[in-house]
């Protein structure tokens, strides 16, 4: 095991963006712009730190780069409200209707107002649990459309029972087997792709997207 780790670890360069956490407005502009950049440089990427302060300025690099492309998040909250980060997101000019929202289980009225505005896609827990399989096969359809693929994981899509040391837990969420089925069948998925990792943990901080580039799609299929 130890000569593969290192075959792996020998196939990944490690950069680190530094910021000075005194200076929000810096920090952000400096995670847009160096976020820019290795979507530029690179079809394969992965993102690791950061709460979602830091989810709005990697977006909007990958909407710069990749304009169009297919924003998947899998979320207990919806982050529609106020200037939570999808709101400013969508605000700032990303299209709403390239949005899906995955397992939101906590979503307010005023989040439900914006969202259906926007044309954002919002697949629920009841949805999930009847079909897995099929919500799966739709989000890699839009994919496949896509003209790049974006995914954001906050392990509080995950159920407390099988994940009860994130922040903000909210009952009733995806089973560990249940997030592992959407990333195997997503990791089966044969088109260039970049990475992004976001996991907001009690203990430490970090998170996951990935993000896949293909051809353009106009479909927008709400659940």
């Known amino acids: 095991m130890k000569n593969v780790r290192n075959v792996i670890l020998d196939k990944i360069n490690f950069e680190e963006i530094h910021v000075n956490l005194n200076d929000l407005k810096e920090a952000n502009y400096l995670i ?15 993102f690791v730190g950061g709460d979602n302060s830091i989810c709005f300025s990697i977006a909007r690099a990958f909407d710069k780069i990749l304009s169009e492309g297919l924003l998947v998040v899998f979320d ?37 107002e914006f969202i259906k505005k926007e044309g954002i896609t919002v697949i629920r827990m009841e949805v999930l649990e009847n079909d897995i399989e099929g919500v799966c096969d739709i989000i890699m359809e839009r994919a496949i459309g896509s003209k790049g693929f974006y995914l954001n994981l906050n392990l509080n899509v995950v159920d407390p029972a099988f994940a009860p040391g994130v922040c903000d837990l909210e009952p009733e969420g995806l089973s560990s087997n249940e997030l592992f089925y959407f990333f195997n069948r997503i990791c089966d998925y ?33 659940l």
Do not use: P
Request: net charge negative.
């Open 32 to 46: 847009y712009e160096n976020s820019k950049e290795i979507f530029e440089m690179s079809d394969k990427v992965f």
């Open 190 to 222: 044969k088109y260039h792709h970049i990475y992004q990792c976001h996991l907001r943990l009690i203990a430490s901080i970090g998170a996951s997207y990935l993000t896949y580039r293909t051809s353009k799609s106009d479909d927008n299929s709400v």
């Open 76 to 112: 207990a909250h919806a982050n529609c409200s106020n200037d939570e980060w999808i709101k400013s997101l969508v605000e700032n000019g990303f299209n709403g209707r390239n949005i899906i929202l995955i397992g939101c289980r906590n979503i307010g009225n005023d989040e439900i």
